[in-house]
Structures are given as C-alpha cells and as structure tokens.
C-alpha cells in the first residue's frame, strides 16, 4: 500500500459497503455524492470540483478525478487505483467505458444526486442493467461515526466554540452582522478549518423571528435577541452552533422566550439515549414549547445527524423511528419565533453514548 496523508478507515468503509451491495444485489456502485465520494476516499476536493468512484462488489475500487485534482489524488488518496477524467468536456463520463463495461455488470447502485444527463451516459453504456438507488443506505452507513470521524467532528466543534465566542466578546452596539460573521469566518481560517460547514448567519430584532437565515448590514443593538448560528469544517466533518445573546434592555417576554427555548434544549439532552426513537427526542423537546403556549411558533425540527454534511441521519423530528444509537453525533436546536419579539434557540452538538449523550460544544449558553 502506498503510503498517504490520511488516518481514515477507507478500506473499513468500503468492505462494509461492499456487504451492503451484496444484500442489495448489485454488482457494483457509481459514487458522485460528494459526502459520499469523501467517505470512501478521504480526498478533499475544491467545491467547484467533482469527483466519482466505482466500487464494484468484487475487484479493485476506481477513483475518478478531474485531470487538474489527479497528481495531488495520487499522493493523498489511499486508493490505490487513481484515474484522471477531462472534467470540462462533452462528456466528461467517457472515462467510464473502461470500468463498466462487463457483461456480468447487471444491476448497478446509483445516488439521486447523480445528473441526469450522467445517468443517461451510464444508462445507454449498460443497456441491459438495472438501476437501483442506495440514498438511505449509505446515509445509514454514515450514521456511525467511528473514531476518526469522532475526533474530527470533536476538533471541528472545539474551532466553531472559539469563533462563538470571540463573536460574542466583540458584539457591541452598531456593529453590523456582516462584520461579526466575517470574525467568525476568519477565526475559523486562523484556527485551520477548511471551511464553514454553511453558510453563518445573524438575525438581529425583527430579521430574528422572520427568520432571515442570512447575514446583512444590519446593526446589532439593544433590547433586541440576536441569534447567531455557525459552524466549522476540519477533515470534512462538519459541526454546528447556535447561541441567542443580547446586549441589554429586553422585555421580560424576550427572556422569557429564551428560558422557555433553553429548557426545551435540555429536555431534549436528557431524551437522547441509545435505543431511544429520533421521535422521542423531538417530542420532549415540543412539549416544553406547547405546554409554555409557544407550539405555534417552533416551526422545525428538533435536531439532525451531523458528519461530512451539515444534515445526515438521525433527523430528530415527528414520524422519524430511527433509533439513536451510540457514535451518532447530532445537534439538539427548538427555538422559538415570536412575532414582533423575537426568537432564541440554543444548539448544541452531543455526541451519543452508552449511557446518554456527551456535549461537544460549550460555549456559555446563559443570555448575555
């Protein structure tokens, strides 16, 4: 094996998924879902730039990539097999034809994220294949975070409370939101992160309870709730942090909608257990806000899976069965949106244990 950079299980993951294409009856899969194709590659890509593997159930794993992503793929992947593709062509699939082209190839996974146009070339290259879609699957797959993924999702969460907090030391009145998020965004730079898990956002007054999950111009000031939700990216893994903070002179209902916001946060953590449905974790969070008279005006989900993107399974909401289990890492988030008020909401990350739930972000959650 040659050696890389990466400390990830590639080879792990794929023999489990290889498992899952047995049990699926398919001969092979065709990857391109860029949190997939991270997954079973450890590669990161520029977000301009796409990637695909085919993972046959039996036989060697291609890594395709964009002929300008090819030297630097051979040195970091730990794919052994590298091909390079001409991303900025008719046809940039050609490549293909020299992987997918046995007889014995009958049916083949595929993502609902593959183009349709993609779809079309491998269609019309494997005729008489059938076609099966592996979403919630790998998305199951991806749910168990193992060790690496841990400590990444752990230093990802450790970057996104010091940039929480540098934020919330340097909010003063008639500073704009933009300004505070590009803090955020640099802190995130300084402290090595590639990237913001998404787009950070501030919502201030009357933009907070619309909500305007987007940062403007807008001046931060007094007797106002300002919500600010952010995240950070290292090795791929997203985390994410929400914290409602005020800089003074609130009524008594904009705090009083923040302790209603916080206590629906903590009957959730005290929900989240290992054999527990995602649905119990939403319902106790709900019944704080409902019993308080707020139900109305908490218009989401409770939480969500958190991993190489910003939404994976669990997602903590009504009608979702699926059972938390230990090394899932997921975000606890209610939040309350009162016309003419304002909105709080606290989130956290927690990581899933034997016993409960671990917290992984720590800023202080108290209304400053």
Not at 243 to 256: D, I, M, N, P, V
Request: glycine fraction near 8%; charge should be negative; include cysteine.
């Amino acid at each position: 094996m040659k050696p890389h950079p990466t400390d990830a299980p590639v080879f792990e993951r794929l023999e489990r998924f290889t498992t899952l294409l047995e049990l699926q009856g398919c001969d092979a899969a065709v990857v391109t879902g860029r949190g997939n194709v991270r997954f079973f590659s450890d590669f990161r890509l520029n977000r301009v730039a796409s990637a695909l593997l085919v993972i046959p159930r039996l036989g060697e794993v291609v890594f395709f990539v964009a002929g300008l992503d090819w030297q630097r793929a051979k040195r970091e992947c730990p794919l052994p097999n590298v091909q390079a593709y001409p991303e900025d062509t008719p046809n940039p699939l050609e490549a293909l034809r020299t992987v997918l082209h046995s007889p014995s190839i009958r049916r083949v996974g595929i993502e609902n994220c593959l183009p349709y146009g993609h779809w079309q070339f491998i269609r019309d290259l494997l005729p008489a294949t059938d076609f099966v879609l592996l979403d919630e699957q790998l998305l199951r797959l991806r749910a168990i975070k193992d060790p690496v993924e841990i400590c990444r999702l752990r230093q990802a969460a450790r970057i996104a409370d010091l940039a929480m907090q540098k934020v919330l030391a340097a909010a003063v009145p008639g500073k704009t939101e933009l300004e505070l998020v590009g803090l955020s965004r640099m802190t995130l730079a300084e402290e090595g992160a590639e990237d913001e898990s998404f787009e950070s956002f501030m919502m201030s007054g009357e933009r907070s309870w619309l909500p305007g999950r987007v940062a403007t111009t807008k001046k931060i000031q007094e007797q106002e709730l300002i919500v600010f939700d952010m995240g950070a990216v290292v090795g791929g893994y997203c985390s994410d942090i929400t914290r409602t903070f005020a800089l003074g002179g609130l009524r008594a209902e904009q705090r009083h909608i923040f302790q209603i916001a916080y206590a629906a946060q903590q009957s959730a953590l005290e929900a989240v257990k290992p054999g527990v449905q995602a649905q119990a974790v939403h319902a106790a969070a709900r019944k704080i806000i409902v019993d308080a008279g707020y139900g109305d005006f908490f218009p989401h989900l409770t939480g969500h899976g958190l991993g190489l993107e910003i939404h994976e399974l669990p997602i903590l909401d009504r009608q979702m069965t699926i059972l938390l289990e230990p090394n899932m890492v997921l975000t606890i988030e209610p939040g309350i949106y009162l016309p003419g008020v304002g909105a709080a909401r606290v989130e956290d990350m927690v990581l899933v244990t034997a016993g409960g739930c671990e917290l992984l972000t720590h800023t202080p959650r108290e209304l400053v």
